[in-house]
Structure formats: C-alpha cells, structure tokens
C-alpha cells in the first residue's frame, strides 16, 4: 500500500517501544484457508512495523472475543506495552458454554480458555448433554435482549481501553445487525457516539473484500488486502494516544 502516515497518527512511534497490533474476532479475520501472513492484521502490523498479536478464532461468538480481548490485554500490560486493538463483531446468535476441555470441540479451549461457542446454525458440534436445552434457546432467543447483551460487553470493553490507553476500532464483520432494532437500544445511544466504534449500523468490514455474496463470503487473500488497505489508512489518521503508566 502507498499510503504514508500522517505525522501525529497512531502509526508514529514517538518512542523506542515496539507497538503491539492486538486483533481478535472470527473467521472472518482468522480464515485458515488464507496464509496467516496474508490476513489483514499481519498486513497492517508489517506496514507500520508492529509486532502482531492475532487472536481470532473460527467459530467464535462476540462475548468470547470481548472477554479474550481483555485477558490477552492485560497479558501485554503487564510488560508495559503499547497496543493498538481491532476488534471484529461476529453473529449474534452465538453464545458461551462451559463445556468438556478434553470434549471434540477441545480446539476452542486454547489459552487455558473455559468456555466453547455454540453456534445456533450448527447442530452436529453441540455437546450432546445440552441439545435439547439449545434448541429451546435458539427458538426463544430475542434479538433486542441479544444486542442489549452486547452493547453492554461493547461498553465495558472501550472502558478498559480507554483506562489502558489502547486504541482501538471496533467493528462488525457480516451484515447482520438489525437497524430498527439497534437504534432503540440505550447502550448503543451510547456507543455510537464513539468515533473508535465504526458505525454498527452501516459498516461491516465483509463489505470491503470484494468477494460475491460480500455480506457472508470469508475474504480470500485478496479480499484481506483490501481490508488491510482500509485499516492502514483509518490508522495512520487516528490521534496519538500517551502510553499507559506502568501496569
């Protein structure tokens, strides 16, 4: 990318500390049918030279990501780093269950993690001692107590940001969150007043890739170019932030 940094963006090192670029979400940056140094984040961490700490994980639901987003963090705190975060939103209708570490779905508990994500459309990976339960779930879930859930996560994790000094930009990777149910939501008045949260209402990050069916398609390897074009550019234009004090 031929973009240059604008002096006074993130992207300017003002001191001899390494930056840290932390990403985490789904699939959707963590496709494993791309090369790990051809996704978005090892494409923008090289750009401006930083360090890359790429946590997504295929199949994983927005509650896991936020609450990871936050153990790693504060891993990379307590050596005093500076850390710039993107975090992509996955589905709503996925959500946590403490299950079996040792159980067929051992992969999702890495990191020493304790939960798995139970997806609404995959049936044949749920744990067979709670079927029953997840079908009753997926048919009485309400889509405005989901969103209020994670607008809630949402603002407890730009707190810790904010508390830490990380910058960030959040964002969703589909385009599956409901407009008319989103705006009455008293936990995104809040949020959208964010300039760090790209507009959960008219961004998704899919929409940047290229592919056919961009709303659903994983990016290909070209498609994650693209969207590192993007980051690269909204980064270098973002205001420093000071380090963080000693953790």
């Given at each position: ?12 090192e003002s001191n ?68 710039t975060a993107l ?161």
């Amino acid at each position: 990318c031929n973009f240059l940094c604008s002096t006074g963006s993130i992207a300017h090192e003002s001191n001899n500390s390494m930056t840290i670029l932390y990403s985490n979400g789904c699939s959707f940056t963590g496709n494993n049918l791309v090369d790990r140094h051809c996704r978005y984040p090892l494409i923008v961490g090289q750009h401006f030279g930083w360090a890359v700490h790429d946590h997504a994980l295929p199949g994983t639901c927005n509650t896991k990501i936020i609450r990871c987003t936050i153990r790693d963090c504060l891993g990379l705190l307590q050596n005093n780093e500076k850390i710039t975060a993107l975090i992509q939103l996955t589905f709503l209708e996925r959500w946590e269950y403490a299950g079996d570490p040792d159980g067929a779905n051992s992969w999702q508990y890495q990191d020493n993690d304790q939960f798995e994500t139970i997806k609404s459309l995959d049936e044949k990976n749920w744990p067979s001692e709670i079927k029953n339960y997840v079908k009753q779930i997926c048919v009485s879930q309400r889509s405005n107590a989901l969103y209020a859930q994670l607008f809630s996560n949402l603002v407890g994790l730009i707190c810790f940001f904010k508390t830490h000094k990380i910058d960030y930009c959040i964002f969703s990777g589909p385009d599956t969150l409901n407009k008319n149910v989103i705006l009455q939501d008293s936990f995104y008045q809040y949020l959208k007043t964010d300039p760090n949260i790209l507009s959960l209402t008219d961004f998704y990050m899919l929409a940047l890739s290229g592919t056919e069916n961009g709303k659903m398609s994983h990016p290909t390897q070209e498609g994650m170019q693209r969207i590192a074009d993007f980051f690269i550019k909204l980064l270098g234009a973002m205001p420093v932030t000071p380090s963080a004090a000693p953790v």
